[in-house]
């Protein structure tokens, strides 16, 4: 039987030598996710949590989004290796082989932890939503059914492809008239074309009832 | 002027509306009120379409890491096609993997003290619900009991005190049976001081941490599979 506690150490120190430069090509921390993960041993993912939460802090403030996030770092690395946890326990563990598979897995956590936030952060300055209720809606409760709902009306009210595709890059991308421009320049020549389409399309959508109904913007 | 146009309208929403216009309508109660109906569609629009049909960026990642299946990863490259939004995340991401990574030094403390957005909202914070939670945390010889909720949600906390230290035990239960798939095999991060120590919730939503020695600043999350976490801490109250 593994000691878990041994294993823990020799990875520990392990650890601690590539945080200082020095590429160390042991199995010792392979077999502790290996435990942890695949084996489902609560002290080995005890130990993991501890050993690389620095490593994870650390990435977490490489990551070109982490500042404009304006969240705290801790939030980050527990979301990173909560997601890292999730996505690797059990079976799934099988795909790796080799400690660098593992660690480049645990980078991309940190990755999707920080984008994830952004996504939700970039939504809500968008719509400058001031009701924190609905905002908590949309952030933890998202159904899929509704924009889907929102956009199959939105395409049955803007037939041609092109308008479809400006609508998409306006409201669900949300990308800039300059953008747009860059996107899909078989559509469209200048900004002043997008505005003047933007402005007719965003007349058909606001005067139909049922779309209101689905965005739950009962007036006018 | 008695109504704006459409164009008028849709330039105020793109903010390249000129001074006197938005001067016009600050001071005309019909106009604004015109304004703002047209800005509730638009903010319900973002609202409700902003990457609705993106993939995740879990998805995003293992896309760039070549391990998906091979049907997911050619729905995914159509969608890239055509989202500049998840290409700039797939490019973002290549870049970060590439990137060295930073001797641990300098980055002991976060690179900038930029101001909090208060509060966080993919969080639900546990509140205390019937027993007297602040008062046996540390010392205490008899074990005591707590109840915590969110919305949705009850925490039951059991600290037993001995001589090798505290064992807590908790269960989390959801008031709707329908919910506790979602939260089954959760993590639970118990985290105080410099140390942390981590559980799964098992099939009845319980978990246990055994030989603590509990400090005064303790915080509990747990954390599901969609990112939901429940965070209690002896600061929230």
């Known amino acids: 039987m593994t000691d878990i506690s041994a294993l823990a150490a020799r990875c520990a120190e392990e650890q601690s030598r590539y945080a200082e430069g020095i590429n160390v090509h042991s199995h010792d921390c392979f077999d502790l996710f290996r435990h942890a993960l695949q084996e489902q041993n609560s002290a080995a993912f005890n130990a993991i949590y501890r050993t690389y939460e620095p490593q994870v802090r650390r990435w977490v403030y490489q990551h070109s989004h982490y500042p404009a996030a304006q969240e705290e770092a801790d939030h980050f690395v527990q979301q990173s290796l909560t997601k890292f946890y999730f996505a690797l326990r059990g079976r799934d563990f099988d795909r790796f082989e080799h400690i660098s598979q593992v660690m480049q897995y645990l980078k991309l956590c940190v990755h999707s932890a920080i984008m994830q936030y952004w996504r939700k952060t970039q939504s809500r300055r968008m719509h400058q939503v001031d009701d924190e209720s609905s905002l908590l809606n949309v952030a933890v409760s998202p159904n899929l059914l509704t924009p889907l709902a929102a956009w199959e009306r939105i395409a049955t009210l803007l037939p041609e492809a092109r308008d479809q595709r400006l609508a998409h890059a306006a409201f669900a991308q949300g990308l800039k008239p300059s953008e747009i421009v860059e996107e899909f320049p078989d559509d469209w020549e200048d900004v002043q074309q997008i505005y003047s389409k933007l402005y007719r399309i965003r007349r058909v959508l606001r005067d139909d009832e049922e779309l209101r109904t689905i965005l739950s913007v009962s007036e006018r | 002027m008695k109504n704006l146009s459409d164009q008028q309208i849709s330039a105020l929403i793109d903010g390249t509306a000129d001074a006197a216009l938005k001067a016009q309508v600050a001071a005309n109660a019909h106009l604004q009120a015109q304004l703002d109906a047209a800005q509730r569609v638009e903010a319900a629009l973002h609202r409700l379409l902003y990457r609705w049909d993106c993939p995740t960026p879990d998805a995003l990642g293992e896309y760039q890491l070549q391990r998906l299946p091979a049907a997911q990863r050619e729905a995914l490259a159509r969608h890239l096609a055509h989202c500049r939004r998840c290409r700039d995340e797939v490019a973002l991401l290549a870049d970060f993997l590439a990137t060295d990574d930073a001797p641990p030094r300098l980055a002991l403390e976060s690179p900038r003290g930029l101001p909090l957005l208060p509060p966080r909202w993919d969080e639900m914070v546990l509140r205390p619900s019937m027993a007297p939670y602040d008062s046996a945390w540390r010392g205490a010889d008899d074990d005591s009991s707590y109840v915590f909720e969110a919305p949705g949600l009850t925490l039951f906390l059991e600290d037993h005190h001995n001589e090798e230290g505290h064992r807590i035990e908790g269960q989390l239960v959801t008031e709707e049976t329908s919910d506790q ?57």
């Open chain 2, 181 to 237: 798939p979602r939260w089954s095999g959760a993590l639970v991060e118990l985290r105080q001081d410099e140390s942390v120590r981590t559980a799964p919730l098992d099939e009845f939503g319980e978990f246990t941490f055994d030989n603590l020695a509990l400090s005064d600043s303790v915080t509990l999350r747990i954390t599901n599979r969609d990112g939901e976490t429940l965070v209690w801490s002896r600061d929230s109250g």
